[in-house]
């Protein structure tokens, strides 16, 4: 949402020259609102403008620019300055940029960087996306445990601007192993002994994540234990990372958005809705509706072999769609219950048995409810039923084919996930699919049974 | 998840009252590892073994119960002692989990706590679900400007163990306005100068929230800023509480899980899949497949208009479902896709048009897809179909009721909005049932043009 008040102005600033405008706009405002009021510029006058901000500031405006607009600037202004930028940009951060831009560039950029940053964006590109190495940043307070309170806070005071938090100070070895943990509280509630080493007062029972541990383990572990921040360490105990809390709202965001695409079919986007281009949007939805319309071809074929019974009792036909939407609907529902109580730990595979016995109960409440409204409906809307013999050959059917639904829709998350799989790659679409087939075949043999 | 294997050891040590080891248990490791410990266990056995903590620790530990054990510790034991507990418990939480208790008990309860916690609760859970104040806790550091860096660190020290968060400290003047904020990481950095008022480093560019917001407004701010916390303001900037990041985490998480079950057309649940009784559950399913049973009534009313032509051309029967199916999943997706996208502010309401253009190619993108793929299995698997005239009958109603799909899909989550109701009500399930009936309207119609 472009905010275009204040473009004019800008554009006028730069023009004049004005230089005393232009950096108090930079430094002003919370550097989110001015990215805000940015919007709509080209990126050229953008980084006209920024250049008027000094290096922290910078980074920090750009941080809040949208991604295109964030690569825009960085293929397009000066590579030298660009990579200043670079270097001041947090780890974890321009690591994600950088993967969005054409590699020529990023090398060139790379080449730009001090060696030591250059080492730091190389390795932590090379992490796998969705682990817990991908996700942290390389900034964090290092302590000795021989330093005391008061030297600590000195530390800390004198090297605060470098780090994303100085709220959980990390004690290291020698050789970097981690091995104890102390907070800014405990820092500020130590000062009446200043003298009393850190040893003696850092937190030894550590929560850690291995730098290949998948994002979702991360979120759990930061989640349930209200975390700001998680070390990361590597298989030998050497601490290499922290992630910290803002990183975690970001995946969980970005996880429920993928999720729910996922649970309709939709590949998840890498760019928003509006910037992702028509033709790779079709594609992302097309490759699973192509896949989902091979099943309603099955379903399809499983009918087609009741044509003939279909066309001598033709009154069955309006209900086709009623049952299969039933069968489809609870068993869509059961899925995504299953799905959700999985992810959030609430349901473990040893309880398959007691989520079998709840979802056939539930099938026939829901079944049963379902039926006596069919019953009811089909005697007065549908004159076309040759009376009560046939009439209930619907309810009946709703009956079996919701169990069915409940069953089938419960069972298969938890199938995928003992196979190995995500079980949220049974989207919902594809239970249905499932289950309109398993309701044609249920339909036309109780329909046959009552009727031949 | 049950973690049984210490279960029997703590029994023993219950019934040797065996202090020492008890008390070691309770303190040697992390609250949320000893709470996972005693899973399993009586409400009345984890009291006696809670007793044997210090209050601190006591709560934290229960903390980390699940909200059934909880509810049942509360509801069973000595009334004064669970009092003592609950005025140790932050204040945010204790008013959830005391939502979930008998009212004459949480009477009771109240009046057995000091005069200012009883007001505290009873204010707190005033504020209604989905807000702001509902989300807030009310420890937090209030400091006055005029406070030296020296004195401030002192003050903070001193109080650091009643609060949640010491790390954003609140400068608020002699009426409760709030005037400032300074950050533990200022302090830390500001010990070379400790002379230094608080006023001359506050930052006064607040970012805060009305207590009345709706709870997403908060994620969105402290998602996008990065906020460890957010104060929140009453109508004239009294500050009344913060809230911290850790609730930010769990209400994205509790959404996403909600808003996955409404995807599917499930209430949310108020407890955990197995927690929640089999009726209610069947309820929370049962009143949406009602609802959706209804829509899918409508369909067969539509169908039985044209059970005569379908008698006559038999073979169209078996392509009923595929249509129906394709439009629906189509346009499920493109109301995922608006949906997600209205949420994270990818989309805003000025910009239907551009949506609906795009919904439009791609629809005829997917549709023509759907429909090549859709000519070629019909001249191969269906050989009832009547040469290539009626074989071009199911190919232009997939391109038609693709289109019509991805529109509808599409827009109605936009006048849904526009309305002023939730977007996300449109649940898939519904969108699919809308589009079921138009599928079938134009699937007669094209059949009764090519062959009429």
């Known amino acids: 949402m472009v905010n275009t008040l204040f473009l004019p102005e800008l554009r006028e600033m730069l023009a004049n020259k004005n230089e005393a ?55 397009t202004q000066d590579r030298d300055e660009v990579a200043q930028l670079i270097a001041q940009i947090p780890s974890d951060d321009r690591v994600d940029i950088l993967e969005g831009i054409d590699e020529d560039i990023v090398s060139d950029l790379l080449s730009r960087l001090p060696a030591s940053e250059r080492r730091d964006i190389m ?24 330093l005391s309170i008061a030297e600590a806070i000195k530390e800390v005071g004198r090297q605060s601007e470098q780090y994303e938090t100085i709220y ?27 003298d009393t080493k850190l040893s003696d007062i850092m937190d030894t029972a550590l929560i850690s994540v291995d730098v290949m541990d998948d994002e979702a383990d991360v979120v759990d572990k930061v989640a349930r234990l209200d975390l700001l921040a998680i070390p990361v360490v590597d298989g030998e105990r050497h601490m290499v990372g922290i992630i910290t809390h803002d990183d975690v709202i970001d995946v969980v965001r970005e996880g429920a958005h993928d999720d729910a695409l996922r649970s309709v079919a939709v590949e998840p986007l890498e760019d928003t ?34 044509e003939e019974k279909l066309e001598r009792w033709a009154w069955l036909i309006p209900f086709i769609p009623l049952i299969i ?12 219950l299953v799905i959700t109580a999985l992810a959030h730990g609430h349901v473990s595979m040893q309880q398959w048995f007691e ?29 076309t039923v040759p009376g009560w013999y046939g009439a209930m050959i619907v309810p009946i059917t709703l009956v079996l084919v919701v169990v069915c639904g409940t069953v089938t829709g419960s069972m298969l998350p938890l199938i995928f996930k003992r ?27 109780v329909a046959t049974l009552f009727l031949a």
């Open 123 to 146: 390795r932590l590109s090379q992490y796998p996306e969705g682990t817990a190495g991908s996700m942290m940043a390389t900034e964090f307070v290092r302590l000795r445990e021989h």
């Open 273 to 306: 809705y509006l910037n992702t281009p028509v033709l790779i949007l079709s594609w992302k939805r097309g490759m699973w509706l192509l896949i989902l319309f091979f099943c309603a071809l099955l379903t399809a074929m499983a009918l087609q072999q009741y």
């Open 325 to 336: 939407s039933s069968g489809g609907n609870s068993g869509s529902q059961s899925a995504t």
């Open 355 to 383: 989520v079998v016995v709840r979802e056939i109960i539930m099938g026939l409440v829901l079944g049963f409810s379902l039926a006596i409204l069919g019953l009811v409906t089909t005697m007065v809307f549908f004159p």
């Open 168 to 194: 959980y100070l990390y004690i290291i070895d020698e050789e970097n192993h981690l091995r104890g943990l102390v907070s800014a509280r405990q820092l500020l509630a130590g000062m009446k002994k200043p």
């Open 419 to 445: 196979i190995g799989w995500d079980p949220a790659l049974m989207s919902n679409p594809f239970v249905a699919g499932i289950i309109d087939i398993l309701g044609i075949v249920i339909y036309m043999t």
């Open 21 to 75: 405008e232009l950096r108090e706009f930079c430094s002003a405002l919370h550097p989110s609102r001015i990215a805000d009021f940015m919007d709509g510029l080209e990126p050229a006058e953008a980084w006209q403008i920024l250049s008027r901000a000094n290096l922290t500031q910078r980074a920090e405006i750009f941080g809040y620019f949208d991604r295109s607009f964030q690569d825009a600037i960085i293929t």
